[in-house]
């Protein structure tokens, strides 16, 4: 079945930097594009970043832009997110998700159980 | 970007209890609408893709409804395991939106 596991949250001082990685398995990794999607602390849902299959198309959501790049090795079924420049408001716990199969994607149907990222000062 | 609002924030309900949860897009989103369950501490849980398309292994006492800007989650039926978060999620344009969420409790 489908697998995803998130690792590299922990805490970090603002301006600061994490590299976060979603180890997947149980699909063909490499045709799926994936997501990053945090949720802050007793706070809802918020996407963060998307990458195509390919690795050619990433979207990123506007809080993020510019300080965060998303990455993926389909030799190695991961997909990564640099955090750079950090900010206290970045803290949340981080889910990496896959959406369910066809084109357009229209949902996500497989999550990880998330890392949590705490920027703290 | 495209908002949902979701309502109502909260609500409390009785085991047995038909409850729906109403999410509205700031703009037509087709049936471009996902909803999930979120308990605490957990990941979120897909139930309902393209409006009202139940995923599989999903209670069929779930279901939803709706296309371009309103739409509806309904629990026919509450169960002690249903009391949970509940949010939309709107797929048709970037960057993509989660509701605020609805909390359901137990009366």
């Known amino acids: 079945q489908v697998q995803l596991g998130e690792s590299g949250g922990g805490v970090v001082q603002p301006g600061g930097s994490l590299r976060l990685s979603c180890a997947a398995s149980?699909?063909?990794?490499?045709?799926?594009?994936m997501y990053w999607v945090r949720q802050a602390p007793g706070k809802g849902l918020e996407w963060v970043a998307y990458?195509?299959?390919?690795?050619?198309?990433?979207q990123y959501a506007d809080s993020v832009k510019g300080r965060f790049t998303i990455s993926r090795d389909n030799s190695l079924n991961t997909v990564s997110l640099q955090m750079n420049s950090l900010r206290l408001e970045d803290t949340a716990v981080y889910y990496c998700?896959?959406?369910?199969?066809?084109?357009?994607?229209?949902?996500?149907?497989?999550w990880g159980q998330g890392t949590l990222v705490t920027v703290y000062s | 970007a495209i908002q949902l609002t979701q309502s109502p924030s909260s609500l409390s309900a009785s085991v047995g209890d038909r409850v729906t949860i109403t999410c509205r897009a700031s703009?037509?989103?087709?049936?471009?609408l996902a909803w999930y369950q979120q308990k605490p501490g957990k990941s979120p849980k897909l139930l309902i893709y393209?409006?009202?398309s139940l995923e599989t292994g999903v209670p069929s006492r779930f279901s939803g409804s709706g296309s371009g800007t309103d739409f509806t989650l309904t629990i026919s039926s509450l169960q002690p395991e249903d009391f949970a978060t509940y949010y939309c999620?709107?797929?048709?344009?970037?960057?993509?939106?989660f509701g605020g969420g609805t909390k359901v409790e137990i009366k």
């Open positions: 149980g699909f063909t990794f490499s045709l799926y594009g």
């Open positions: 999620q709107q797929f048709n344009n970037y960057p993509i939106t």
């Open positions: 990458i195509q299959f390919d690795g050619y198309i990433k």
């Open positions: 703009q037509g989103i087709s049936s471009a």
């Open positions: 998700a896959k959406p369910t199969p066809g084109a357009p994607p229209k949902s996500l149907d497989s």
């Open positions: 393209d409006a009202s």
